[in-house]
């Protein structure tokens, strides 16, 4: 009979390690999953943000040139290709050129994400293209 109350009591202990086990273990795989799809969902928009920024300098950069389209905006056609991606244009060093001088178009661009659904946090990007109007010719 000792026996079995002995037996009894180690079992109850396992059972009570493996609970407090259980305890400590789930908070922090909570935490660290929580932080993994913080991280991963600021990746993605950082990412986003870098596409759209270089669609942006690639949409302006021919318009800098005035015997491409004299009627055109270079920063206008970077603010329609960042907001046709989501993204607010905060930045465009993409000034006319009459010449036939390689220039590079500069913008920067940035968006609002919710980490978790809870966080605010402003992602931003800057990207540069060069554009050529030699190229034109051939």
């Given amino acids: 009979m000792d026996d079995d109350h002995a037996l009894g009591a180690l079992t109850r202990d396992r059972g009570a390690a493996g609970t407090l ?3 400590v273990l789930l908070p922090v795989a909570v935490v660290g999953t929580a932080l993994v799809l913080g ?21 302006a950069g021919p318009i800098t040139f005035h015997a491409y389209d004299g009627r055109g905006d270079p920063v206008a ?11 607010t244009l905060v930045r465009c060093e993409c000034r006319k050129d009459a010449t036939w001088a390689e220039r590079t178009v500069v913008v920067g ?5 919710r980490v978790l659904g809870i966080y605010p946090v402003v992602v931003t990007a800057e990207a540069a293209a060069r554009f050529t109007p030699v190229d034109l010719l051939r």
Avoid at 39 to 59: E, K, P
């Fill in 77 to 87: 056609a970077a603010r329609d290709a960042a907001e046709d991606n989501g993204l």
């Fill in 109 to 113: 661009v940035e968006t609002g994400v």
């Fill in 21 to 23: 086990l259980l305890a």
């Fill in 39 to 59: 991280l991963s969902q600021l990746a993605i928009a950082r990412a986003a943000a870098q596409a759209g920024a270089d669609a942006a300098a690639l949409a």
